[in-house]
């Protein structure tokens, strides 16, 4: 019995050195920092700002009521995605149509995840979550979005199929990717007569592809694929 008790106390003696030991304990940071990472930090929104130039329009009216309408019965689900700012200010990387609809019903504060990425890393995840999360979207929008995308990936000289990377997030084809960035060679004006569906995708990309030709020289594969289409027209 005395033997037992002796192996007992000697247990105990280890056992507790052992939670008191730093060594001991299964302390992982990387899990640490990457459950604090997805934290929401409550943050006013006089200390919110927008991202300037952003591809992606405000909500129309219809849609920023039906918004404001979930807000009022199920607060805000979904937490906003900001990046600090020098001047001490947390910039809006997803978000800009909850923190208009909250702020029209007087919300003061709102939940954010704070995120310290450069300008590059910002733009993507600007882009990311706004073609993820939304349904709807102008062509002028997802033109954008795409030649923001195209322009990091290659500053970056990112080593990937970019055209069958977003083929396959967006569920459309890899002509469609290439006719939404050829887009952005059409005038303001025409981008609007696509936005509101006064001209298809297709024919806008005719369009675009003269605006090329003219603007490349004329030995560019773009002046003999435009040369071409006119000849057959």
């Given at each position: 019995?005395?033997?037992?008790?002796e192996l007992k106390e000697e247990?105990?003696?280890?056992?507790?050195?052992?939670?008191?030991?730093?060594?001991?304990?299964?302390?992982?940071?990387?899990?640490?920092?990457?459950?604090?990472?997805?934290?929401?930090?409550?943050?006013?929104?006089?200390?919110?700002?927008?991202?300037?130039?952003?591809?992606?329009?405000?909500?129309?009216?219809?849609?920023?009521?039906?918004?404001?309408?979930?807000?009022?019965?199920?607060?805000?689900?979904?937490?906003?995605?900001?990046?600090?700012?020098?001047?001490?200010?947390?910039?809006?990387?997803?978000?800009?149509?909850?923190?208009?609809?909250?702020?029209?019903?007087?919300?003061?504060?709102?939940?954010?995840?704070?995120?310290?990425?450069?300008?590059?890393?910002?733009?993507?995840?600007?882009?990311?979550?706004?073609?993820?999360?939304?349904?709807?979207?102008?062509?002028?929008?997802?033109?954008?979005?795409?030649?923001?995308?195209?322009?990091?990936?290659?500053?970056?000289?990112?080593?990937?199929?970019?055209?069958?990377?977003?083929?396959?997030?967006?569920?459309?084809?890899?002509?469609?990717?290439?006719?939404?960035?050829?887009?952005?060679?059409?005038?303001?004006?025409m981008m609007e007569r696509v936005?509101?569906?006064?001209?298809?995708?297709?024919?806008?990309?005719?369009?675009?592809?003269?605006?090329?030709?003219?603007?490349?020289?004329?030995?560019?594969?773009?002046?003999?694929?435009t040369k071409k289409r006119f000849?057959?027209?």
């Open positions: 019995d005395e033997l037992e008790e247990f105990d003696k280890q056992f507790h050195e052992a939670l008191d030991s730093e060594e001991e304990l299964d302390y992982d940071e990387d899990e640490e920092d990457a459950e604090h990472d997805n934290q929401a930090t409550m943050i006013k929104i006089e200390n919110l700002e927008d991202y300037p130039d952003q591809p992606f329009r405000a909500y129309s009216e219809e849609k920023e009521n039906e918004m404001m309408d979930s807000i009022k019965v199920n607060g805000i689900i979904q937490d906003l995605i900001v990046r600090p700012l020098e001047n001490g200010k947390y910039q809006i990387l997803s978000g800009h149509n909850r923190k208009r609809c909250a702020e029209k019903l007087g919300f003061k504060e709102l939940p954010c995840k704070v995120k310290d990425v450069d300008d590059d890393e910002a733009k993507l995840m600007l882009v990311d979550t706004n073609l993820i999360q939304r349904k709807e979207f102008y062509p002028s929008e997802t033109a954008k979005a795409l030649k923001i995308k195209r322009e990091i990936y290659r500053k970056k000289d990112v080593k990937s199929d970019f055209f069958g990377e977003i083929s396959k997030e967006q569920n459309m084809s890899r002509g469609n990717v290439q006719r939404y960035l050829r887009l952005n060679f059409l005038t303001p004006e936005d509101n569906k006064e001209m298809t995708i297709k024919i806008a990309e005719t369009y675009c592809e003269a605006a090329l030709a003219i603007a490349t020289p004329a030995t560019s594969r773009w002046h003999t694929i000849n057959n027209t």
